[in-house]
């Protein structure tokens, strides 16, 4: 199995953003909600129009552990949302294929491989980088794996920055800048 790496580059973040925008909005929008809210894609694939529309949260029990997640839509994501879903019904999926079905994880995968390989990006990328691109970019901004861990239902914060990358990137950073 081929563990897959958070984006940490924003501005590579930013290239694959641009490129998901020219390819369709449902693709734009997977990709963002995937990046703001660290959903599995199993989870992020099982959303409605319902879970989303006149919402200030999302609320989905996560279909891996079955736990309740509530997490509020940020203002990135709400004029997104709102655009992408009017004159939508409120039972249909959320992310609909071109045949008019729920989009699956396959199709989901490549979507996100292809643009990030278009961007350049050397990562090893897959559905789970947006997971782990959220994680890397909180823990960057707020420095506290404790409600990372939380949010990811770790058992243990050093999982949650294993998982991350941050573990290695501490130990690299200790390597580099030690000299005798």
Not at 21 to 47: A, E, H, P
Not at 53 to 77: A, D, G, V, Y
Not at 82 to 96: A, T
């Amino acid at each position: 199995m081929t563990t897959v790496e958070p984006i940490k580059n924003k501005n590579d973040i930013y290239k694959v953003e641009k490129l998901l925008l020219k390819q369709s909005k449902r693709d734009l929008l997977l990709f963002t909600i995937g990046i703001n809210c660290g959903l599995r894609i199993t989870d992020l694939l099982s959303l409605n129009v319902e879970d989303v529309r006149n919402r200030t949260h999302i609320k989905i029990t996560e279909k891996k552990t079955t736990k309740f997640k509530q997490f509020p839509i940020n203002s990135k994501l709400k004029p997104m949302i709102d655009d992408f879903i009017k004159g939508r019904k409120l039972n249909e999926p959320l992310f609909l294929s071109h045949w008019g079905h729920r989009l699956d994880r396959t199709t989901a995968y490549y979507t996100i491989r292809n643009a990030c390989q278009k961007a350049g990006l050397q990562e090893k990328i897959g559905t789970h980088s947006m997971r782990k691109t959220f994680g890397y970019h909180h823990y960057q901004q707020f420095k506290d794996v404790v409600i990372l861990q939380k949010i990811f239902n770790h058992s243990s914060p050093q999982i949650t920055l294993r998982y991350i990358g941050i573990e290695q990137d501490e130990i690299d950073y200790s390597y580099n800048n030690f000299v005798l």
